[in-house]
């Protein structure tokens, strides 16, 4: 198969020839060899490369979750790199003085939490303002371009972790997706998409010849990958997500947790797909850093599962055999719960406060249906 970016380089750089390009793009901006987008622009004869601009962990991916971005000078290149992870979260007229279109060349993870794909929609509305257009290289969604779960974002609850009216797994590539903003939710810009060859909707990123670049600090494994539409929850209350470890979003704890108790519980909800085992972990950052934590380890038994009703089903499930230590974390100025941004809703954090979330389990079908259908105008594989 072809990623988006060599596809551009072996046929499409024509439309770029005699502009001023920006880049959004970081570490995960590779081809087959694994040569930088960033390098294989800067050497290219019909590409003037004049700005880089990079994501939520900077462009070289080092920095941790929801830390501020400097802009800078690429060492490399000597172009210019401006951090679109700031108080705005999107370039502003400067960045892009020198900039006649700008390409995105960006590996997304398949979950709406993931800022990526938000930084993209925001320099789109941008160059559509400025009148400048965008090409969006297209990359593989490493959880498959099938599946579809959870509730859309309720318009109160919107933010940079669910910007749009969308479910937690989407199911599309960030082509499409951004086709999509274009279309539906009112973007107006010049927008081309450079569609990938060889890549089959029902794929998972290892099941293509792509070396997997991990995106950011805690985007590791596949398994990772699969289970975050759900064990991202966790970041809404007080236990461990796992940050800090070698396995982020496969361990879930706390100092205060009997790893064996909560393992039993989990497991005797015959969750499918999925195995709890007791673990013991010491974070060295993020929640609980330098403290033993006990809890559970999720392993996959199989990838046929529902990731966001399993993340559901553990935060019920910590609740409900920690309710004198379990609560949430709030977030930002207006001190919202975080859990409700994630979970694009209040009626979650409601119901696991009731001890029962079947009401918002079973409201999940017709929501993943709903933009399904929406979905279909867009899907270019």
């Given at each position: ?47 003037q ?23 800078s ?34 590996q ?77 939710f ?16 029902g794929?998972?990123?290892d ?10 600090p ?13 064990t ?64 559970v ?33 709030t ?19 409601h ?21 399904i ?9």
């Open positions: 198969m072809k990623v988006g970016l060599e596809v551009f380089l072996e046929k499409h750089t024509n439309i770029v020839k005699g502009q001023r390009v920006g880049l959004l793009t970081n570490l995960t901006g590779v081809n087959h060899q694994l040569e930088a987008t960033i390098d294989l622009f800067y050497k290219h004869d019909a590409i490369l004049t700005a880089l601009f990079g994501p939520e962990h900077g462009l070289r991916g080092e920095v941790q979750e929801g830390q501020h971005v400097d802009s000078i690429d060492s490399y290149t000597g172009v210019p790199i401006y951090s679109l992870y700031t108080k705005d979260k999107k370039p502003n007229t400067t960045m892009l003085e020198n900039v006649d279109v700008m390409v995105c060349d960006l997304d993870i398949g979950t709406r939490y993931y800022t990526f794909i938000y930084t993209l929609a925001n320099v789109m509305k941008i160059c559509g303002q400025m009148g400048k257009k965008v090409i969006v290289l297209d990359r593989p969604n490493p959880i498959n371009g099938v599946s579809v779960e959870g509730n859309l974002v309720e318009e109160r609850f919107r933010s940079f972790v669910g910007q749009y009216p969308m479910p937690v797994r989407h199911g599309m590539t960030i082509g499409e997706l951004s086709v999509l903003f274009k279309h539906e009112g973007i107006e810009c010049e927008l081309e998409v450079i569609g990938m060859e060889g890549w089959q909707r794929m998972f990123f099941e293509t010849d792509l070396f997997w670049v991990p995106p950011t805690n985007t590791t494994t596949m398994d990772m990958c699969l289970l975050y539409p759900g991202c929850l966790v970041e809404g209350t007080n236990f461990s997500e796992g940050r800090g470890t070698t396995r982020p979003f496969e361990v879930i704890g706390a100092p205060f947790v009997d790893g064996r108790k909560l393992a039993t519980e989990l497991n005797n909800l015959s969750l499918a797909g999925v195995l709890f085992r007791p673990t013991v972990f010491k974070p060295m950052y993020s929640k609980h850093a330098g403290e033993v934590c006990e809890g380890q999720v392993h996959l038994a199989n990838r046929i599962i529902n990731p966001f009703e399993i993340g559901i089903y553990l935060i019920e499930t910590l609740a409900k055999c920690y309710p004198d230590e379990f609560s949430y974390i977030a930002g100025k207006a001190n919202r719960y975080f859990i409700d941004l994630l979970a694009g809703t209040d009626d979650l954090r119901q696991v406060e009731q001890g029962n979330t079947a009401p918002f389990r079973e409201s999940l079908s017709a929501s993943a249906q709903e933009f259908t929406i979905r279909k105008k867009y899907l270019l594989y």
